[in-house]
């Protein structure tokens, strides 16, 4: 099974911005869609960024602040956070999309001051 490591959260003021990184230990190639989802504290976790070999797609709450893009002969995915906000606050994890055998790996915290 392809590991997942997430790194480049932090703490952050709003308005700021992010640059999460998500290592394979193996090739992504085949994974037609990828993914960055966000767990916020007391809420289930949610997709905010998926890319394919087509093109990429996000929700109304963070399109035009978000950008993910992939590197397939690297094995990484990145998310370029900006603009962020209070409520952007949570866990980020980088997985497949559907992650349809449930992998995660051990995420990365963003924190959003007001």
């Known amino acids: 099974q392809v590991q997942l490591v997430e790194s480049g959260g932090g703490l952050v003021q709003a308005g700021g911005s992010l640059r999460l990184s998500c290592v394979a230990s193996?090739?992504?190639?085949?994974?037609?869609?990828m993914g960055w989802y966000r767990q916020a504290p007391g809420k289930q976790r949610e997709l905010v960024a998926a890319?394919?070999?087509?093109?990429?797609n996000y929700p109304v709450s963070v399109k035009g602040r978000f950008t993910i893009s992939r590197d397939n002969a690297k094995n990484t995915v990145s998310l370029q956070m900006n603009s962020l906000q209070p409520e952007d606050t949570g866990a980020y994890y980088c997985?497949?999309?559907?992650?349809?055998?449930?992998?995660w790996g051990p995420g990365t915290q963003v924190t959003v001051s007001s």
């Open positions: 890319v394919t070999s087509g093109g990429t």
């Open positions: 193996g090739s992504i190639f085949t994974f037609n869609t």
């Open positions: 997985a497949r999309v559907p992650n349809l055998d449930n992998y």
